[in-house]
């Protein structure tokens, strides 16, 4: 986030303490409960959402070196996304042109080159076919149309964006991100280090799990022994971009910032910023690193979710001791959620399901709630973000 960005946030922050204030939506939302449940909507999203338009797959950090690579299966098709010697990113479907094995699994780095597990065909970090076991066998076959298929990819402010769908479409990050790209930017995501990334599966909708970290109104009651102490979760900052949206809850240090002239202000250290890049990223700035959830629809129905939760840091973990740090982070972070918001929000699905009431209430006090789901059902309808 820019400096001059920081100073405005920081005041607009003190002064919402002061005044007992929080961000406020015009009016109260009523959102239909349909958005939960509903199957036809659901198959909808996987297709408009999870097919035909980009996706923050992962940040730069995740493959930072030539051979670097890591593969999703959580969108229901595989995708490799790999580092090429000239350090650009490419991705593809993960899928052997001989008969359709996967060539890769999981993540790995410094791969030279992927060998199909099932006959051996090899394909280079750019896709190429590069080698077919028996070749004769396969008599005058075009190597240079059976490399693996790309899929769109860019690659800009430190994420990377597929379209889980080959084609020529190029992607705009500046345009998907609305306003959000220079403040983005300024964090200089790029430089930060992978740590661990976990998948979770849960029985909730996808867009439920989003909810999750929408508003900070559930804090002090719902996380009154875990993190309400660390953060005020009364007074928030909230600012739509398109359909992307940035939520500021300060942390309860930030009463530090009183003593000390602007200039010497150091915001970011005592903010959580939660960031939707819609619409099923979830990044959130954690004062001194970054996690990330990237939720998918999961199952036949509308649900159940799975999950890749990432903590990327500011510097890769060399030591014993700061890994052990930044374990106690992921741990606390999975924690909460875990033990708190998620077995919440499944009884809420179940209760979604139950026909006690057709629509919920989001208040003029989460207003992220309102804009995230009111970006949602404009999507749907094609309205432009
Ligand atoms: S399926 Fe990949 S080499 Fe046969
Ligand atoms: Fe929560």
């Known amino acids: 986030m820019q400096r001059a960005m920081q ?14 204030r929080t961000a406020l939506a015009e009016t109260i939302y009523r959102n239909p409960v349909s958005d939960y449940i509903s199957a036809e909507q ?9 097919r035909e338009s980009p996706l923050v797959m992962g940040l730069s950090g995740d493959l930072p070196q030539p051979g670097d690579f890591i593969t999703n299966d959580l969108l229901g098709l595989p995708i490799l996304i790999v580092r090429r010697d000239d350090g650009q990113v490419n991705a593809f479907l993960n899928v052997c042109r001989h008969r359709g094995s996967k060539v890769a699994e999981g993540c790995g780095s410094g791969q030279k080159s992927f060998v199909c597990p099932y006959h051996g065909w090899s394909y280079g970090r750019d896709g190429r076919l590069l080698g077919i076991t028996d070749h004769r066998a396969f008599g005058e076959i075009d190597r240079s149309a059976h490399g693996l298929r790309a899929l769109p990819v860019k690659e800009e402010y430190g994420l990377i964006w597929v379209r889980p769908m080959p084609g020529e479409a190029s992607i705009e990050p500046r345009g998907l991100l609305g306003g959000l790209a220079p403040e983005l930017a300024a964090y200089g995501f790029d430089r930060y280090a992978h740590f661990e990334t976990r998948v979770l599966q849960r029985r909730m909708n996808w867009k439920l799990v989003v909810d999750t970290f929408l508003e900070a109104y559930h804090v002090p009651i719902l996380h009154r022994k875990t993190i309400a102490p660390l953060i005020n979760g009364r007074s928030t900052v909230f600012d739509p971009h398109n359909g992307n949206l940035r939520m500021v809850v300060p942390r309860t240090t930030i009463d530090e910032l009183r003593a000390l002239p602007e200039d010497r202000w150091e915001l970011l250290q005592h903010i959580a ?44 973990a060399a030591t014993e001791k700061a890994r052990a740090h930044w374990d106690r982070n992921m741990d606390l972070l999975l924690r909460t959620v875990e033990r708190e918001d998620f077995p919440l929000a499944e009884a809420m699905q179940r209760g979604f399901t139950s026909g006690a009431q057709d ?11 309102a804009h995230y ?13």
Do not use: C, K
């Open 373 to 385: 789901h009111g970006a949602i059902r404009g999507a749907l309808l094609g309205l432009p973000l």
């Open 359 to 369: 629509h919920v209430n989001f208040g003029r006090n989460e207003p992220a709630l």
């Open 7 to 20: 100073i405005e946030l920081g005041r607009q922050l003190l002064s919402t303490l002061d005044e007992r």
């Open 273 to 316: 910023v939660i960031y939707v890049l819609f619409p099923n990223v979830v990044l959130v700035w954690q004062g001194d690193h970054i996690e990330t959830w990237r939720v998918y629809p999961a199952g036949n129905g509308a649900d159940e979710s799975v999950m890749h939760v990432s903590l990327y840091t500011p510097e890769p």
């Open 42 to 50: 659901v198959a909808l999203e996987r297709r408009r959402f999870f």
